[in-house]
């Protein structure tokens, strides 16, 4: 090619020309060029991803895959901690084949959130299981902000999909509300728009990409005017405890309600009936809450009768100490093992929210009742200061709770509600 011609050539091919000089450069390089050692595959896979489906039974997934029998048996009993029976509609199992093989050599299923279970079909044709924990990255992520119309509503808004999905921000409002303010705040009646809020949560990922809600760490919020702390501390048997900035126990003898749902009828000795159409005592509370909804003890106690019982439907009654009583009304059904002399803790599901007996909707009916008086749940159960931290601990409480005070004064840079 004439010089004139090639130069008017690569100034018109212009990056794409200078690119194909380099590769030639390259290429021919006096130096060896280094090659990789060829790769042999002596075995070809390929793999395959099923769903056990509503209503179906383990036995029936595997059989799709010629898997039935004693091979079954087998391959479940090195199953560590699956249990065939409480396996969930829509969970995936991986299954590996030999090209051509009618049956699979190996199984992946995840259990629960903390592990992965691998079964493999050695070349004896016995089946052998390996669990391995899942190794979650712990993240700490800060929301803080004015609560809008609810806290409920403001945390959905403010936190992003990116950082969690609807469900996990539910579990987020739903712990806030029941597993660290359940004794101390009425979300339902406490909480006012304008009121702030300063809360720290743990976000944890896995090497598979799952992204979830792991605990709250701390949390600062403003009910009419009055600042409510909460630091997590572990107690002594490893379960996750929270205490005020004072060092006391948010936990008391009783929770605020059964269900975390608003309230849609309050105590009262003189209401309108929607029933019977006249005016007679509301001795209790209302909670208005999805059909199926789990109700729990709001107390330790004895189960004194459970079953139903004249307009209150299925109801549960608990005796607890102190000469207490608390009823639970309308429900769709009893939890499993809960019948009179059951003894029961707080927080153990009892039953389920319906509306059998005298009702016109969906809630669960709520009594409290102390020396054969009702008395108003809202008011009976809010008396007493939390128990302190043993002054063994004391130290490292402090420790802890300055740690998240720094947190929450240098504003880490995570999600901020009404923010960007």
Sequence with gaps: MLPGVRRALLASLGIAAMAAATLVVIATRDEEIPRAAPIVISTAHEGRADTLRRNETLGELFARHN??????????????????????????????????????????????????????????????????AIEWTVNLELVRGPIESSLFETLDSAIPDSVL???????????????????????????????????????????????????????????????????????????????????????????LSPVPYRITSRFSRRRYHPVLKNYRPHLGMDFGAPRGAEVRATGDGIVSRAGRWGGYGIMVAIRHPKDIETRYAHLSALARGIGPGSRVRQGDRIGFVGSTGLTTGVHVHYEFIKNGRHMDPRTAVRYGDGTPIPDARRAQFDSIRAYYDRLFEYRIPTVTAGGD
Excluded at 104 to 119: F, M
Aim: overall charge negative.
């Design 67 to 132: 898997i039935s029998g004693p091979e079954l048996y087998e391959l479940l009993a090195a199953a560590e901690g699956l249990n065939p029976r409480r396996v969930p509609a829509g969970q995936v199992f991986e299954f590996r084949y030999v090209v051509a093989e009618p049956r699979p050599d190996r199984v992946v299923v995840r259990v629960g959130d903390e592990r992965i279970l691998t079964l493999r079909r050695d070349s004896s044709d016995v089946w052998r299981g390996n669990s391995e």
């Design 165 to 255: 999905s609807p469900d996990q921000r539910a579990l987020l409002a739903w712990d806030l509300a029941d597993g660290v303010f359940g004794w101390v705040i009425d979300f339902t009646r406490d909480i006012y728009p304008g009121d702030a809020f300063d809360l720290l949560f743990e976000r944890l990922r896995s090497p598979l990409g799952d992204v979830r809600f792991g605990r709250v760490a701390a949390a600062r919020i403003e009910t009419r005017s009055r600042l409510n702390t909460a630091y997590v501390f572990a107690e002594t048997d490893g379960r996750n405890g929270y205490y005020d900035a004072d060092g006391r126990s948010l936990l008391r003898d009783f929770k």
